[in-house]
């Protein structure tokens, strides 16, 4: 039992490093590091097609354009993975990956005489002087 605590200490051995170089990549950089990763998605439908979406590149930032909170989701599940290899590949470990939400207005059609009228003098307004002029009732 007394010879456990007698031993000496062994010296720590240095472990030679190597400098670890960072740069900014550039955006054609990001975009072949992203082509790559496509190409390796290309068996899982949905992921590949969420990488075909428009996207934005400014120096490290990249925003990328979804059309709804599915497309999040599944961003958010390969988003480690994806920027692993972004930043492996590009050698910049400041690479940053955000979305937006694309947001349409869906317009419905129009139904009563009224509503119809309404998008005519959208589209023409010279139609109001003519219903004025002629007393013209949409509801008639």
């Known amino acids: 039992m007394k010879e456990l605590f007698t031993q000496k200490a062994q010296p720590l051995v240095e472990i030679p490093q190597e400098?670890?170089?960072?740069?900014?990549?550039?955006?054609e950089e990001i975009e072949n590091a992203w082509a790559v990763y496509a190409e390796t998605k290309?068996?899982?439908v949905a992921e590949h097609l969420l990488l075909q979406?428009?996207?934005t590149i400014s120096e490290q930032k990249i925003i990328l354009s979804l059309a709804s909170a599915v497309e999040a989701q599944l961003l958010n599940n390969?988003?480690?993975?994806f920027l692993s290899h972004l930043r492996e590949h590009c050698q910049d470990p400041g690479i940053t990956i955000e979305h937006i939400l694309e947001t349409k207005t869906i317009s419905r059609p129009a139904y009563t005489g009224r509503e119809k009228l309404e998008k005519l003098i959208e589209k023409y307004p010279t139609l109001t002087e003519f219903k004025d002029r002629f007393g013209l009732d949409?509801?008639?």
């Open 19 to 27: 400098p670890v170089i960072i740069k900014k990549a550039s955006a």
């Open 78 to 81: 390969i988003k480690t993975e």
């Open 138 to 140: 949409p509801e008639f």
């Open 53 to 55: 979406r428009p996207k």
């Open 42 to 44: 290309k068996e899982m």
